[in-house]
C-alpha cells in the first residue's frame, strides 16, 4: 500500500502501525517502548501524516520519548553548526534554505525548477550529439544511443 495515497486517518493509522511493527520487532529485533526516538523530517510533510506518525509511536507503542527535528537542520549537526544554508537538490526541483540558530528560515527559502532530471536530460542530449556508445559493465553489448 502506497502511504502517499492513504486519505483516511484511520487507514494512514492502521497503515503506520503494520510498517512501524515490522520495523521494530522484524528488523531491528527493539521494544520501542524503551527507546527515545529522533524523527527527521522533511518541512514538506503534510502535518497530518506527521501527527498521526507521533500519535501511533506514543499511543500504540507508548513510545517514552520523540523529539521531532527538520531534516535542514539536521544537516548542520554533524558540523556542530547552528547556521548555514541549506541546498537541498531534488530530481524535480531546488530549493535553498536558511537555517538560523537552528531555525529553519521559511520566508527567505528560494525555490528553482532545476534538480537531477534537467542533469540526466542534458547528459542524454550531450551524448545523442556526440552518437556516443555505451559500454554496459559486462562488456558484452553496446548500444548506440
Given at each position: 500500500?502506497?502511504?502517499?495515497?492513504?486519505?483516511?486517518?484511520?487507514?494512514?493509522?492502521?497503515?503506520?502501525?503494520?510498517?512501524?511493527?515490522?520495523?521494530?520487532?522484524?528488523?531491528?529485533?527493539?521494544?520501542?517502548?524503551?527507546?527515545?526516538?529522533v524523527?527527521?523530517?522533511?518541512?514538506?510533510?503534510?502535518?497530518?501524516?506527521?501527527?498521526?506518525?507521533?500519535?501511533?509511536?506514543?499511543?500504540?507503542?507508548?513510545?517514552?520519548?520523540?523529539?521531532?527535528?527538520?531534516h535542514?537542520?539536521?544537516?548542520?549537526?554533524?558540523?556542530?553548526?547552528?547556521?548555514?544554508?541549506?541546498?537541498?537538490?531534488?530530481y524535480?526541483?531546488?530549493?535553498?534554505?536558511?537555517?538560523?540558530?537552528?531555525?529553519?528560515v521559511?520566508?527567505?527559502?528560494q525555490?528553482?525548477?532545476?534538480?537531477?532530471?534537467?542533469?540526466?536530460?542534458?547528459?542524454?542530449?550531450?551524448?545523442?550529439?556526440?552518437?556516443?556508445?555505451?559500454?554496459?559493465?559486462?562488456?558484452?553489448?553496446?548500444?548506440?544511443?
Amino acid at each position: 500500500m502506497d502511504i502517499d495515497s492513504i486519505t483516511n486517518t484511520n487507514d494512514l493509522r492502521n497503515a503506520l502501525q503494520n510498517f512501524l511493527q515490522s520495523i521494530f520487532f522484524r528488523h531491528l529485533g527493539t521494544n520501542p517502548n524503551e527507546k527515545s526516538i529522533v524523527l527527521v523530517e522533511s518541512i514538506f510533510w503534510p502535518i497530518k501524516f506527521r501527527d498521526t506518525l507521533i500519535d501511533v509511536l506514543f499511543r500504540h507503542f507508548q513510545t517514552p520519548n520523540i523529539l521531532v527535528l527538520p531534516h535542514h537542520v539536521m544537516a548542520l549537526c554533524p558540523l556542530g553548526l547552528k547556521m548555514g544554508l541549506i541546498l537541498d537538490v531534488g530530481y524535480r526541483e531546488s530549493v535553498a534554505i536558511p537555517v538560523y540558530e537552528n531555525v529553519t528560515v521559511l520566508d527567505c527559502a528560494q525555490y528553482a525548477p532545476y534538480g537531477g532530471k534537467l542533469i540526466h536530460q542534458r547528459i542524454l542530449n550531450e551524448l545523442q550529439g556526440r552518437e556516443a556508445t555505451i559500454q554496459f559493465s559486462t562488456g558484452a553489448s553496446q548500444t548506440r544511443i
